[in-house]
């Protein structure tokens, strides 16, 4: 009789998607698939219809989800304006996880500067950001702090070694996408699948 294979843990990832925060979001990419847990974004939504419906369908299919609100500053471009679908994507998670039929475990919330939550976000209070510091090892610090999972316990040192395979492959990536940017469904995807080889080799 075949075995049936367990389906790896989802992990909703929310950050904003621009030029600076590329060197975090391959931290992020390859920290999660370190814990053998599954990166997923709103990346993977290629059609604008009911686009909102198929990100509640998103969220609702992981089990985690991490909302980066570092970015709280306007942008540079005209009119200048805050950003806004992080905080809305965290708010969709912290409703959903409320629902009786959700079987998801657990929202993080991060930022890159202590207390600063509490100001651009005050509703909440009492729960405790986790600050990375804008740094790439300190997403690796953060992810060890939210994650415990029975024999997969990456270090800090593994998850590096992980992100230097994933930063060492992303030109390569990028061209046989025809892609400038790694925000995209195909580079995303391509990304996941060299992080969590990786993973197999130096963790798990």
């Not at 009119?79 to 969709?92: A, D, Q, S, V, Y």
Request: proline share 5%; aromatic share 10%; charged share 25%.
């Amino acid at each position: 009789m075949a075995r049936v294979q367990k389906r790896s843990p989802e992990v909703f990832l929310n950050i904003p998607y621009d030029e600076k925060f590329e060197r975090l979001f391959l931290a992020f990419i390859s920290g999660i698939s370190a814990f053998g847990l599954v990166p997923r974004a709103t990346l993977e939504i290629t059609t604008s219809v009911r686009r909102l419906d198929r990100i509640l369908n998103l969220i609702r299919q992981c089990e985690y989800s991490i909302h980066d609100l570092s970015r709280v500053q306007m942008d540079r471009g005209f009119p200048p304006t805050p950003r806004f679908n992080m905080p809305f994507e965290l708010g969709l998670s912290v409703a959903l996880e409320g629902t009786a039929k959700s079987s998801r475990r657990g929202w993080f919330v991060c930022e890159s500067r202590r207390y600063r939550l509490g100001k651009s976000l005050s509703d909440l209070n009492g729960t405790d950001p986790f600050i990375h510091d804008g740094t790439i090892e300190g997403v690796f610090r953060e992810l060890g702090n939210m994650f415990r999972r029975p024999g997969i316990d990456p270090s800090v040192q593994q998850m590096r070694t992980i992100y230097r395979e994933l930063s060492g492959g992303l030109n390569v990536t990028l061209r046989k996408a025809g892609s400038r940017t790694p925000y995209t469904a195909r580079v995303f995807r391509d990304l996941c699948v060299l992080a969590s080889d990786a993973a197999e080799e130096v963790v798990l």
